[in-house]
């Protein structure tokens, strides 16, 4: 059975920062990306970042570009989510994700179409 850990999620003051992690267990075959998406209060879900197979590929949206950073380590199982300069419209649920590892333009957003989901942590992010 497919399982997805988060962890790290809370509550900080608008420029703070936060450190998400997901660690996934039960998968039979290697080769998957590991992506975060996020869903605010209201809103639809939105990519967040993605991080390949290799961990030398990357994926940001324009918002989080230059304030978060999604990394891979070693054991290729967990992939964590260092998340700076953080604001009130951070405040969402973040959910990992993992799929395949496409060679594709559009590989993270794929991830979107998934089975395999974490249960989600809370960011709240105070003014």
């Known amino acids: 059975q497919v399982q997805l850990a988060e962890s790290g999620g809370g509550l900080v003051q608008a420029g703070g920062s936060l450190r998400l992690s997901c660690t996934a267990s039960?998968?039979?075959?290697?080769?998957?990306?590991m992506g975060w998406f996020r869903q605010g209060p209201g809103k639809e879900r939105e990519v967040v970042a993605c991080?390949?197979?290799?961990?030398?590929?990357?994926y940001y949206a324009d918002f989080a570009s230059g304030r978060f950073k999604s990394s891979r380590r070693y054991d290729k199982r967990t992939a964590d989510l260092q998340m700076d300069r953080l604001k009130p419209e951070d405040t969402a649920i973040y959910y990992c994700?993992?799929?395949?590892?496409?060679?594709?333009?559009?590989?993270?957003?794929?991830?979107?179409?998934?089975?395999?989901w974490g249960q989600g942590t809370q960011v709240t992010v105070s003014s």
């Open positions: 991080v390949s197979w290799s961990g030398h590929a990357w």
């Open positions: 039960g998968l039979t075959f290697d080769g998957y990306a």
């Open positions: 994700v993992v799929g395949p590892d496409r060679n594709d333009p559009s590989w993270c957003l794929a991830l979107s179409d998934s089975q395999w």
